[in-house]
């Protein structure tokens, strides 16, 4: 799947709650939902469309990098 989700669910949880920022207040300044989309994401209940994670993230202060690690194979 994309990256490996369970380490990205576990760090983006972390990177919130080390903001003091909960799931429902994120959601509103963000105007993704009531919290619940979060707090699912983070349990391993569903995935948010990139655009709504990007969201939740710059909310954080934080972005998405896309890093090479290789060349594609042919």
């Not at 699912?40 to 990098?65: I, R």
């Amino acid at each position: 799947g994309l990256m490996k989700k369970d380490w990205l669910r576990t760090e983006f949880k972390l990177i919130r709650t080390e903001a003091g920022i909960s799931a429902k207040t994120l959601a509103a300044r963000t105007g993704t939902g009531h919290g619940n989309t979060i707090y699912s994401f983070e349990n391993g209940k569903n995935s948010p469309a990139l655009k709504t994670f990007e969201k939740w993230l710059h909310e954080l202060g934080y972005e998405l990098e896309i890093l090479k690690i290789s060349e594609p194979k042919a």
